[in-house]
C-alpha cells in the first residue's frame, strides 16, 4: 500500500530551506505584461565551486511546485527534488561544476511572490491576488541578475525539467550570448488546448473555494486548501501515464488506503489523489499556484516552425531536448516541433525520446534519470570532445565498407548520417575538419554513444521521411547498411536527395554466392554474416535487395550512381566491376546523384 501512496512529491516539504541564501533586487523591476514590482528577492541555493573564470556555472530551473533545494549538500541534508541528477560524481557534477538553482519569481519559497507584503498597501497586507501577472520571461530577467549578482556573464548551461524546460528555452531565445547549453527535459513551445484545460480548471477550484477571499486569505482562519488540493489533484493525473497508474491502482482499486480526508475515497486513486492534494496545502500557497500556472499557459514560443525558427534564429547556444514516450503532458511530438526547428536553422541540437511508462514524472524518477542524465553529462562535456585533432582520424576500427564511405565523402563536406550507430564514422569526419556532421538514429544505446562523442545527433524514425531537414542543408546524406529495413524505400531516396546534394548508399547485396549457395544446398531461407545473420522468424529485415535491384531501381527513379564500390568483406577485398559484382560482391557502396 505504501508504494501506492508514493509519487515524486515524498520527498518535498515546506519546511526550512539550510542552506539558501537570498539576493535582493532594487527597482522599480518593468515585467513584461505592463506590471511594476518595487523590489525582487530570489532565494537561490548553489553547489559546488566558480572557478576563476566564471564559466563552470550551470543554472538548473525547477517546475511549478519546486523550489530552491535541487540536491542535498550532504549527507545530513534533506533530500532534493533531483538528487539523481545533481551532485558529486553525478551526471551534473558538482565537483566540476558550480550549480545555482534559485526559486523562481511568484513562487511561495522565498523568492518575491503573492505572499509577501506590498510594499504600496495601507495598512500593509500581502499582494496576494494583486500580485501582478508574471511570465516565464520575467522569471529569467529575475535569474539573469542573479548571474550578475554572482559574477557569471555566461552560465556554461541552463537545464530545466517541464516549467524548468520553459525557462530554459526561454534563456536560448531571450539571452542567446549567455548560455552556452540549453537542455529543456519534458518540455514544449507551448501549452497544448488539453493541458490548459486542466490549468483553468485548477484555478478555478482555487479562486471559487469559498476561503480564497479574493485572494486575502492570508489572516483568515482558513485558507483555500480545498481548491488547492483539487488543483494539484488535477496536477498528479497529467504527470502520470494511463499505464502507471493501472499499474499503482488496479490491483486494490476497490480496497483504498483509509485516510482523514474530506475527499471521496471509494477508489484507491481517490485515496492517493487525497493524500497528494493535502499534503500539497501544507507547503505551497494557493495564489502562487494561481501566478505560476497562468505564467505557463502564457508561454509560447510559436505554435509551427516558421514561428518556432523565429523564436530561435539569434539563439548561439547548442541544445539538448529530451522527451519520455508516455508524457501525454508535454508530449514527444511537442519536443519534435522544437527540434524541427533548430534543425533547419542548423542550430547544433542532440535529441531524444527516452522510452518511459512513468509519463510527465519521468524526468524526476531515479531510474529514468539513469537513462537521460548521461545525455545531459556527455552534452557538458562537449567543449573537450569538439576539439579537432587531426591525428585522430584512424580508420583501423572501420569497416572496409565505411573506409569506402570516407573515401567518397569530399574534403570538407557536411555531412548527415542516417541510421549512424555509435557515430564512428561522424566523429572521424569532424576531426578531420568537417565542420557540420549530424546523426540520426532510433536506438536509444546508439544516441547516447554518438552524443559521448561530441556529436549531434537526434532520435528520429526514417520511416517518417526527414521533415525535419530543408532542401539542400547537408552535402551529403549517408544511408549506412538500413536500406533493407527501411519500410518505404522510394520515399526514403527522394528525401535523402533532396536533404543532401549527393547520397551515400551503402547495404548488404541478397545476391551474393554464398547466400545463393546457402538456399540451393540447404533449401532454407539464406543467412550470412552482417545484415542477414537472422533466422526468417525474427529478422529486422523488411528487403532483401540485391546490386542488380538498386541499380534498376535508381534507373527508374532517375538517380544516378556517379561511383559504386563492391567489396567481399568476409575475404576482406574489393571486387571490380567487371568481375560480376552482383554474384561476387557481399556489400556495395554507392554515390547518389539526382539527374537535373
Known sequence: MTKTFSSTDDIRSGGELRHARQAVFAGPIQLQLGGVLPAVTCVYETWGELNADASNAVLVCHAISGDSHAARHGDDDDPGWWDGLIGPGKDLDTRRFFVVCPNILGGCRGSTGPSDIDPASDPPRPFGADFPRITIGDMVEVQRRLAEHLGIARWRAVVGGSLGGHQALTWAAQHPRMLETCVAIASSPRLTAQALGFDVIARNAIQTDPNFAGGQYYNQPARPDTGLAIARMLGHITYLSRKSMKEKFDADRHDPRSIASVFE???????????????????????????????????????????????????????????????????????????????????????SEITSEAGHDAFLIDEDIAKYGPLVAAQLNRPGLRQRNPEATSTAEVTRAERAILDLIPRGASVLDLGCGDGKLLEILHHRGHSRVMGVDVAQRHLLEAASRGLDVIDYDLNQGLPAFIDNQFDIVVLKFTLQAVSNVASLFDEMLRVGRQAIVSFANFAHRSLREDYVTRGRSPRAPGEYDYEWHDTPNRRFPSILDVQEFCRERDVTICRAVYLDQQRDCQIEPDDEPNLNADTAVFLLARDN
Open 265 to 351: 475515497q471509494q477508489f484507491s486513486v481517490g485515496s492517493y489523489l487525497a493524500h497528494q492534494g493535502q499534503k500539497f496545502t501544507e507547503r505551497f500557497d494557493a495564489n502562487s499556484y494561481v501566478t505560476l500556472s497562468m505564467a505557463m499557459d502564457l508561454f509560447d514560443l510559436g505554435e509551427h516552425r516558421l514561428m518556432l525558427m523565429e523564436t530561435f534564429d539569434e539563439s548561439q547556444c547548442d541544445f539538448l531536448i529530451v522527451s519520455f514516450s508516455s508524457d501525454w503532458l508535454f508530449t514527444p511530438s511537442q519536443s519534435c516541433d522544437i527540434v524541427n526547428a533548430l534543425v533547419a536553422l542548423d542550430k547544433p541540437v542532440t535529441y
